[in-house]
């Protein structure tokens, strides 16, 4: 099976209002100690203590796929092919808001979602469909040790939910075409975050950032539709019908580590490992 990516495409719509000068990075990199921007509040909170004023930044991420499912069965010339078009709407929004010289508090809200519909596909009786989506907030407290070492301790708050619907079969019910199950389950967790910023320099800093593992409990129920009589009493007496279902959506834990210097042109070089 193959999957052909026609087109991808995404936006960013960015309101911000910085005291410190932000500089873009491109892909994963200037997480952990450019400490530049708002996103810091969500980077490497220990950085806000560098921040004079309240700071937002709103951001919105559109992402845009249309995807094409191809495949074989075997041997068999069976074949099948089918179209998917998605949109993935991630907003973000970061405050910082400092408390004094020493003190700085911000408070993160991150969004997330994937979704994907195969269709009528072979494996349409394991998973024809699903959305999953992730609502997470991370307030944070930051401590300035002294000039060049600051601290921080955050919460991590997230909400997941996850809707997946699958093709079953009639097989006791000559006639009836495929039936469907459907999966609708949600559910919180709480972790912790660590992070810490030393500035050997007003040019040269790195970063320090631990993330707790994440482990939601999402519980939901198995809802049937379409069922033939003699399929449904089946199911029902197997206990299906209408049954708890339980899921795990797990986050591990993470170490990153950054570096960040700027040169006396402006220009600035940004390293991460996680």
């Known amino acids: 099976m193959k999957n052909i990516l026609s087109s991808l495409f995404s936006f960013c719509l960015v309101v911000t209002a910085v005291s410190v ?6 892909g994963l990199t200037g997480l952990t100690a450019s400490a530049d921007s ?3 509040a969500g980077t490497n909170p220990a950085g806000i203590t560098r921040f004079t004023s309240r700071t937002v930044n709103v951001e919105i991420l559109g992402f845009f796929s249309d995807n094409t499912w191809e495949g074989d069965i075997g041997n068999s010339g069976l074949g099948f092919k089918s179209s998917d078009t998605n949109t993935t709407i991630v907003p973000t929004i970061y405050m910082v808001q ?3 010289d020493e003190w700085a508090f911000s408070f993160t809200i991150l969004g997330s979602g994937f979704s994907e519909d195969f269709g009528d596909w072979p494996g ?4 024809e ?3 999953v989506l992730y609502i997470s907030a991370f307030p944070s407290l930051a401590y300035r040790v ?3 070492l600051s601290i921080a301790a955050s919460l991590a708050l997230t909400y997941t939910s996850y809707e997946q619907e699958r093709a079953v079969l009639n097989p006791l019910d000559p006639g009836f075409g495929d039936g469907k199950m459907k999966i609708d389950a ?3 967790t709480v972790g912790f975050g660590l992070s810490a910023l030393y500035e050997f320099t007003d040019r040269t800093r790195v970063g320090l950032v631990y993330k707790s593992e994440l482990d939601p409990e999402l519980e939901g129920k198995a809802k049937f539709s379409g069922l033939g009589p003699n399929t449904e009493a089946l199911l029902t007496d197997a206990g299906l019908i209408n049954a708890d279902i339980d ?3 797990r986050t591990p834990q993470s170490l990153a580590v950054g570096l960040y210097h700027e040169f006396e042109n402006g220009h600035a070089v940004t390293l991460d490992a996680v």
Do not use: E, M
């Open 247 to 249: 899921l795990s959506s």
């Open 38 to 40: 708002a996103a810091t």
């Open 21 to 26: 000068h932000a500089r873009p990075y491109p």
């Open 186 to 188: 949600d559910g919180t």
């Open 146 to 148: 002294n000039d060049r």
């Open 129 to 131: 469909s699903f959305d």
């Open 124 to 127: 349409k009786y394991i998973v």
């Open 98 to 100: 400092p408390i004094n």
